[in-house]
T-cell receptor
Framework: AQSVTQPDIHITVSEGASLELRCNYSYGATPYLFWYVQSPGQGLQLLLKYFSGDTLVQGIKGFEAEFKRSQSSFNLRKPSVHWSDAAEYFC????????????FGGGTRLMVKP | GAVVSQHPSRVICKSGTSVKIECRSLDFQATTMFWYRQFPKQSLMLMATSNEGSKATYEQGVEKDKFLINHASLTLSTLTVTSAHPEDSSFYICSGVLGIGKQYFGPGTRLTVT
């Protein structure tokens, strides 16, 4: 069975600083990987996804993520954080042998200092 | 883009009553919808997979008689929490699947059982 680990429960960065959120996965085949953002009391918004091809994926809001098979990682990055980026971030792996089911990591809460 | 709505967005009910939550795909047909539950400051846990015209598939530990799921059409799935208790209070999120890697989430329903 697949699993996703987000080692950092909370991260605080200063506005304008760079950001990296870590994600490690366990999956038996080539994974489909996703990053979602959730603002308080809201549903999920897709930031980006990786299926195949270029291992550096660009997403919305200036985010990018890099798939590293050798490290089983799919870390999310942003060069300059804005106060509006404060939210909960979830990494997920998709199992398309199970009807597109997603398994989510525990989430990382990002706080942005002015 | 594909839009999924949920109704209601918030509901408060008394212990012992039943509550129905609707999940609609507004601009696409979803043969598969998923229902997730999210406790405060935690990740999304898959409750069940709902396929149009067939019985839902429940994850281990989820009581199918308590959480009734009906997927009567390609655009509507409902989750009914029967005989709700305070421990059922949670944030319930649904999603609709448009294709591989294309899972769209609703905004969520916050259920409070008093």
């Amino acid at each position: 069975a697949q699993s996703v680990t987000q080692p950092d429960i909370h991260i605080t960065v200063s506005e304008g600083a760079s950001l990296e959120l870590r994600c490690n996965y366990s999956y038996g085949a080539t994974p489909y990987l996703f990053w979602y953002v959730q603002s308080p009391g809201q549903g999920l918004q897709l930031l980006l996804k990786y299926f195949s091809g270029d291992t550096l994926v660009q997403g919305i809001k200036g985010f990018e993520a890099e798939f590293k098979r050798s490290q089983s990682s799919f870390n999310l990055r942003k060069p300059s954080v804005h106060w509006s980026d404060a939210a909960e971030y979830f990494c997920a792996v998709g199992d398309y042998n199970a009807g597109n089911m997603l398994t989510f990591g525990g989430g990382t809460r990002l706080m942005v200092k002015p | 883009g594909a839009v999924v709505s949920q109704h209601p967005s918030r509901v408060i009910c008394k212990s012992g009553t039943s509550v129905k939550i609707e999940c609609r795909s507004l601009d696409f047909q979803a043969t598969t919808m998923f229902w997730y539950r999210q406790f405060p400051k935690q990740s999304l846990m898959l409750m069940a997979t709902s396929n149009e015209g067939s019985k839902a598939t429940y994850e281990q530990g989820v009581e199918k008689d308590k959480f009734l799921i009906n997927h009567a059409s390609l655009t509507l799935s409902t989750l009914t929490v029967t005989s709700a208790h305070p421990e059922d209070s949670s944030f319930y999120i649904c999603s609709g699947v448009l294709g591989i890697g294309k899972q769209y989430f609703g905004p969520g329903t916050r259920l409070t059982v008093t």
